[in-house]
């Protein structure tokens, strides 16, 4: 799973003595724990694997946006900082889609799901999360998904 790499990962950072890695991985636990707690709240048990996934994501979202924020504040140690954790969240996720394969999978599961208008956009959204969790960035793939249906 998952939680048991990130730990075990976490384990072997400390005998390192990289404290930078460290300190990533107690904050992806922290947010692991948080999301936890959030879902027994909504009456759901520990969360999955994937859904973890969607927890890094918005994590490594947060992190570019800081980056750039420092980037433009003329504090470019910090931005490296953010890109450093950034590559080390990153290297929990599954490989992420090219552009092309993207395109690919939006295609396909708008025939798989005999999608025709707008109205459907939901539904293809709906497949590609199921398929393809934590492969794509679905900001992206929405913009995509509503170009083809557009027309």
């Known amino acids: 799973m998952l939680r048991d790499d990130i ?3 976490l384990k072997g950072a400390m005998k390192a003595k990289d ?8 904050l992806m636990n922290s947010s692991i724990q948080n999301a936890d707690i959030e879902a027994r709240g909504a009456g759901k048990g520990a969360l999955a694997d ?4 969607s927890v890094f994501q918005k994590m490594i979202k947060q992190r570019q946006e ?5 980037d433009k504040g003329g ?3 910090l931005a490296k900082a953010e890109r450093e954790e950034i590559a ?3 290297s929990y996720l599954p490989k992420q889609m090219s552009d092309a394969e993207m395109k690919a999978a939006i295609e ?8 025709a208008g707008m109205k459907d956009m939901g539904k293809v959204i709906g497949a590609l999360k199921a398929k393809h969790a934590g492969q794509m960035d679905f900001a992206k793939a929405s913009g995509l998904v509503k170009g083809l249906l557009a027309g």
């Not at 404290?19 to 107690?26: A, I, N």
């Not at 994937?50 to 996934?53: C, E, S, T, Y």
């Not at 396909?108 to 999608?115: N, S």
């Open 7 to 9: 730990n075990n990962a």
């Open 19 to 26: 404290e930078r890695k460290v300190s990533c991985l107690r």
């Open 108 to 115: 396909a599961a708008i025939k798989d799901t005999g999608a």
């Open 75 to 77: 504090r470019p140690e």
């Open 88 to 90: 080390i969240i990153s």
């Open 50 to 53: 994937a859904d973890l996934l």
């Open 66 to 70: 800081s980056a750039e924020l420092y």
